[in-house]
């Protein structure tokens, strides 16, 4: 299986777990700011990845390189989100830019895998969570960085 995982990050923490990931499973990590459609297109597996910024807002190389995003055919595919957020700092928008990630997939006829439970994060509000259920792994580098690790782990296995 051919895994992609694709992120956006200002200060780091989002590329620093992408390539974490891509480790784990194998696959190679790529910035959303150098990638072509067909590198979201050529994989089995295509892993997105971005902090929440502003108030709710996708990270702003995200927003830059949408294009790209929105040009790649990725109906039928396997996709599965990760956000970092900080759920003390900002409770009203916890993680909101997986929730944005999220309805753009489900736009593009994407097969959403890798939903997690909201247990163990304090936070008022998150577009990232449907249904009960965040739609993808969220990671809290700036107050749970401890839990990082099991977080991963669990996510990946659920993938795999
Ligand atoms: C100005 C600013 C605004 C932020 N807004 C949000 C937010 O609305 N929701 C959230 O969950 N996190 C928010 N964060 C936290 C970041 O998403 C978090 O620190 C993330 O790990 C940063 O990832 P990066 O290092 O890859 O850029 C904000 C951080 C900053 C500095």
């Known amino acids: 299986m051919t895994v992609t995982v694709i992120y956006g990050t200002d200060s780091g923490s989002t590329k620093t777990i ?4 891509a480790k784990k499973i194998d696959g190679k990590a790529l910035d959303i700011k150098s990638a072509a459609p067909a590198d979201l297109e050529n994989c089995d597996l295509l892993i997105l990845g971005s902090p929440t910024y502003g108030e709710g807002d996708l990270q702003c190389d995200w927003e830059d390189h949408l294009q790209t995003l929105k040009s790649a055919n990725i109906a039928d595919k396997k996709v599965a989100l990760f956000g970092t957020g900080d ?13 944005t990630l999220y309805d753009q997939v489900v736009e593009q006829g994407a097969v959403i895998v890798g939903f997690t439970a909201t247990d163990g994060y304090t936070y008022k509000k998150s577009t990232a969570v449907r249904d009960g ?13 401890s839990m990082t690790n099991d977080r991963i ?3 990946i296995s659920q993938l795999t």
């Open 18 to 21: 992408a390539s974490r990931l």
């Open 153 to 155: 782990a669990s996510w």
């Open 133 to 145: 259920k965040f739609v993808g792994l969220v990671l809290d580098q700036d107050n749970q960085a």
């Open 87 to 99: 759920q003390v700092n900002y409770p009203d928008s916890f993680a909101d830019a997986l929730g």
